[in-house]
């Protein structure tokens, strides 16, 4: 398929793994990428993000210096250094006031409440986009325990997503310290509110802010039973308008072609924490890690409609049994692939297994077998992908999954969320 691609000249094999320097900046100063065989672009890109990345860290630096370099020599009441400073690189760098401060409070962040991550920033072993997401997904954080999170988190960013990165904090976060997680969340509750805005297209969107997780969840879940219920050969609308019609309905007082649903809940919680005998964090599908308290006024609300339940090993975390509330034309085939990979194993899709297509890993019209060992959700967009593109997996032996792309670069994933 890419055989017409020249192969040769090739980069060092080592070229995107080794931290950047002067010799990996020379490299690919001088590499002329459309000459590169498709296997060796990608090491080129990911190479020459390493560098932006370890280049990105020395601007924050930079910025930092500049603090403290008024910091030392500012004697003036009226206005602190690093009001200053943000004014000096606003004009320097021609950004706005809101992008001079938010960039310079990053920056600050990451020299001096968390080292550690501009450390792997500045190696290039982080990108800014996550590093700045670990800066929020710890800023409410005591500084020791944003510490302890970002140590049990830092080795793993590399290889995770933004919304996967996003995910794992809020989980460690709230494992980290319960009770911390509990009054932040209840703080945040307080704060709900709901806005407005225009734009530029001369639409309008409607946000609701710091709202309870598990009705958010449950209103999400009935938006999607009733769309699914109204889609069919002669509905013109895709899925997403018709979705957003619902919302606008409900929210008008108007009706919704009579459907009722209560939608459904998957949640996967520990049985210690249900108990309330510990407090770890639940999962709820399509939203993310909960505190134990919303875990279990899920369960606790969802005694009439239907939810999916998976119990899992303490010691290990891998499912020993799953079910359903009430019967359903699901097969029991379905729901354990679904409850063995909770989302779509496709590399970095966040899409819960529940509303993915089960996939053949061989196709089924070539004797692919329809056996639960060689079955797995894949979403619809990354299930053609797979098919149209190219792409191959296979499992291994620890229960993860190694993909190839068409490149022959090969990727790990698990299937369940970080």
Not at 297 to 326: C, F, L, S
Request: overall charge negative.
């Amino acid at each position: 398929m890419f055989d017409t691609v020249p192969a040769l000249p090739a980069v060092p094999q080592w070229i995107d793994t080794k931290e950047p320097d002067m010799i990996v900046s020379a490299i690919l100063d001088n590499v002329d990428i459309r000459q590169l065989n498709g296997h060796d672009r990608i090491k080129v890109l990911r190479a020459r993000q390493r560098l932006a990345s370890q280049l990105a860290a020395r601007v924050y630096d930079d910025m930092v210096a500049v603090v403290e370099y008024l910091d030392s020599e500012w004697d003036n009441d009226n206005i602190g250094a690093p009001e200053a400073a943000a004014a000096e690189i606003r004009a320097a760098l021609h950004l706005t006031r809101r992008t001079a401060d938010a960039e310079l409070a990053l920056a600050i962040d990451l020299k001096q409440r968390l080292p550690q991550v501009w450390a792997a920033l500045e190696r290039g072993d982080i990108d800014p986009r996550r590093a700045r997401t670990i800066a929020r997904g710890t800023e409410n954080l005591s500084d020791d325990t944003a510490q302890t999170v970002v140590d049990l988190i830092i080795d793993d960013a590399p290889l995770l997503t933004t919304g996967e990165l996003a995910a794992k904090l809020r989980k460690l976060s709230i494992e980290a310290a319960p009770e911390e997680a509990s009054d932040q969340y209840q703080r945040a509750v307080d704060r709900r509110m709901i806005t407005t805005e225009p734009n530029p297209d001369g639409t309008g969107s409607i946000h609701g802010l710091n709202l309870p997780a598990e009705r958010v969840t449950a209103i999400a879940d009935r938006i999607n039973a009733i769309a699914r219920s109204l889609t069919g050969p002669h509905e013109p609308r895709t899925i997403d308008q018709i979705r957003a019609d619902i919302y606008l309905d409900l929210l008008d007082g108007r009706s919704t072609d009579g459907t009722k649903t209560n939608g459904s809940v998957d949640l996967v919680v520990d049985l210690t924490t249900l108990a309330g005998l510990d407090d770890k964090p639940g999962e709820l599908a399509g939203f993310g890690p909960v505190i134990a308290d919303v875990a279990r006024k899920v369960a606790k609300q969802q005694q009439h409609a239907q939810w999916r339940y998976t119990v899992t090993n303490p010691d290990t975390g891998r499912p020993m049994y799953t079910g359903i509330t009430r019967r359903r034309p699901t097969a029991d085939q379905r729901r354990t692939v679904q409850a063995r990979y909770r989302r779509c194993i496709f590399v970095g899709c966040r899409m819960p297994a529940i509303q993915s297509d089960i996939d053949h890993q061989q196709l089924w019209s070539e004797g692919g077998p329809t056996h639960t060992d060689y079955l797995a959700p894949l979403c619809r967009y990354d299930h053609c992908i797979r098919h149209q593109a190219g792409w191959t997996y296979k499992f291994l032996k620890d229960g993860t999954i190694q993909w190839t792309s068409p490149l022959k670069h090969t990727y790990i994933t698990s299937g369940t969320p970080p």
